[in-house]
Structures are given as C-alpha cells and as structure tokens.
C-alpha cells in the first residue's frame, strides 16, 4: 500500500486470469481465486461473503459516496487498484477537456446525466452534447439503456 497527498495505491502481486483483462473486473464476473484453498478458507471464516462481486462492490460504494471509481492497473506485474481523493485533478492529469471534466463531475455530483444535461452545463448543441458523451462512454461514463432513452451513470 502506498499514500500520496491526492491518491492512495493498493498493489498486489496476483495475477487476473489469462484471457480477463480490466473490464471483467467492472462487470458481473465468475470468481477464479488464484489460490482457491485460501479463498474457501477465507469465505468460510465469513472474510469473504460472496464469489466474484468485489471489485463490483468497491465500485459502487464510491459512486454512492461521490468519488471516483477505483483505477484498476495490471501493468506493475500483479493488479494495483488506486482510490483518488481529489477527482477533477485525477481528470486533469489524464488531460481530458475541460468540458469534458465538467460533464464528469456533475456526473459524480448528481449520479446520472444525459444529452440534455450535458447541453446545459457546457452550453453546447445536442450533437456536441452527443460527441462527449461518446468520448466519455466506457473510460468514464457508463451507457444506462438504449441511446436516448437512458440515463449515463459513472
């Protein structure tokens, strides 16, 4: 574990399975413990209550709080997994518009937006409107239903 002034890190040296990459670990998943036996024993001593709905949960309980989901990284050789106190610096640093880190941060602030939304905090047109929301959809806005019909989410 590492703590900076704006983030704190959470490193460890497992590896996810072969064929996963990040966004398994963003959606509902099938749970494939590296070490099955210490995973058994820990779900039986009732440390973990359920299989593969961790990183899920994590996720939601910082949307429900107002902060950015965590950044899930496999690059250091095992899965680091960094929690950022200070979003629209977080946004800037990964140098995104600052329209852009508006729309983000209302985002956070209210839990949902959608095209009309977006029209009015950034005073743009609907297909600019559109434009960002695409530019934002996966990284760091979620699709709720159809196109038009739903609400983004974080």
Known sequence: MSVYPDHIVFWNAGQLPE??????LKKKHPSK???????????????????????????KECVERKILPPEFNTEMSGLMVSFFSD?????KRKELKKELIKVV???LEKGNTNNSRVRDIC?????????????LDGEYL???GKTGEGPTTL
């Open 19 to 24: 064929t996963w990459t990040i966004d398994v």
């Open 142 to 144: 979620e699709r709720v």
């Open 105 to 107: 941060l209302d985002t």
């Open 33 to 59: 413990p590296f070490n099955p036996d210490i995973a058994n024993v820990l779900f039986r001593s009732g440390d973990i209550e359920s299989w593969g709905r961790g990183t899920i949960k994590i996720i």
């Open 123 to 135: 005073n743009v047109s609907k297909a600019t409107a559109t434009r960002y929301l695409t530019e």
């Open 87 to 91: 979003a629209e610096e977080f946004l």
